[in-house]
């Protein structure tokens, strides 16, 4: 991968991405008609100013504990030494307790706005069109909402109850240190926060574009994993488990390089934030300790500077760390958010309606389609498929067979013509209630990694053990099943890979017919299997056929011979249409595309 180079364009573009992240997640805060949440924001933000309030009073009572036990004047709270000890303890415990209680206050409010925004993206993802997930990668994909959600806690956690807070902070000590000693104190203390601010950022976005490449390399990397292991069986077919290793460890090897930048950076960032607090302190620190020799001080003033000092060193120290993490949190979330406005390319018409399957007729008029604007693959196709009728389309590879199939379920928009269902425009109807009209059984039947009974009852939310049995029945899968140790709660692998392909192929049918579409989408269900396991799929295929519609995308013709009608599509045209015996009567296109298979069979046996 070719390192990234960043231009002030790109720092410029960051920062509009970290104020629109800042403006996305707010609403998540402070909700319409969720009046919970705002009390907890509110009662939350109260219990971090009474802290900050305690925090910043409580060198004072130390100040006077130190004056009273070194015999300098009477404590204005006429408490004695250890009184006035009692009373710092107390105020470092309520300062403590205040924070703890605006944590648990808040607790709700972030959880809530993390379940809210993962189920939003993931909600998305599935909304987002075939055409996006066919170029994205599952790994990358899945390692950007991961470090999207998690960055949403940080911020939530970090920018409300750190940042904020430490400002607050600052102010109270400044001004109270300008009227208790005098301007000079708050100049030097302004000044070394200024530039401590200017340096922490500075440096800070330095590391952010650093970062940014780190992050690219290991979702690289990360891709990569998964995209082997989801081929594991083509990497053992090809004995490339050290090419893997390889590529694997390549990409490793630019994620380690770009993480021992930004450990060096690191390095730099904290060495010159902590001569810069150092500093100041000294300085300070020097300015009292001048004022109790000239006796303007007592020992007890030199003593509250030096804890005002601590007090404002320690939240600085940390503000290098939430700012540098906060930054890194506003690039992750912002690649999430990219994604969130990613637009969906197939989506429901406003005002659009569910569709009505009265019959199940399927239509398509004068239809073009390609998936690349220069390269057409449908050009003109029109069909119409009675209800309760079985057609069949086959042609050569590229002919556009699959893509009527894709069509239909409204993966994609035609560009041109219309295609419809009981005379109803896919178009105009809801894309949940066409799904739902319409079963398919791929070639490749991919399982989840869970039980068999699972993978069937997929088909229809809430089905009873009965129901699953007897779309098992009508799949013939179920002896099979029951021969298992663990019958239906047998776990089928990732993907489904401990099932053979006629397995996986059957629960497939089952779970379809557990669906009980009224359409049915056959996209070369049978081409991955061999002929015994065909043959005894076709048997369950045809029951399933019973009383639906069914189009049938075929490579095999001898699987479609039994067809009402059968389409021949050539170069995303119909070249020809008919029955079986018809078109081989004809001798034409079907009749050469017969003639070679049968060829093909007769040299195999």
Sequence with gaps: MRPTTYTSQDASAARRSGLRTIRKVAPYLWPEGQTWVKRRVVLALLALLLGKIVAVGTPILYKHAVDALAGEGVSPLMLGAVGLTVAYGMARLLSNGFQQLRDVIFAAVGQR??????????????RLSMRYHLTRKTGGLSRIIERGVKGVDFLLRFLIFSIGPLMLELLMIAGILFFLFDVWYLAVIVGTIGIYVWFTFAVTEWRVKLRKIMNDQDTDANQKAIDSLLNFETVKYFGAEAREAGRYDGAMAQYEAAALKTSYSLAFLNFGQTFLITSG???????AALGVERGALTVGDFVMVNAYMI??????????????????????MGEMFDLLEQPAEVSDKPGAQPLRVQGGSVELRDVHFGYDPERAILKGVTLTVAAGETVAIVGSSGSGKSTIGRLLFRFYDVSKGALLIDGQDLRDVTQVSLHDAIGVVPQDTVLFNDTIRYNIAYGRDGATQDQIEQAARDAQIHDFIMRLPEGYDTPVGERGLKLSGGEKQRVGIARTLLKNPPILL???ATSALDTETEQEIQGALARAA???TVLTIAHRLSTVADADRIIVLEDGQIVEEGAHADLLGRKGRYWGLWQRQASERGEAA
């Design 113 to 126: 706005a993390l379940r809210a925004l993962a189920l939003e993206t993931f909600t998305h993802i599935h």
């Design 281 to 287: 302190l000294v300085i300070v620190m020097v300015m």
């Design 311 to 332: 007090q404002i060193t320690m939240p600085l120290n940390f503000l290098g760390t939430v700012y540098r993490e906060i930054r890194q949190a506003l690039v992750d």
């Design 522 to 524: 056959l996209d070369e």
């Design 546 to 548: 019973q009383g639906r």
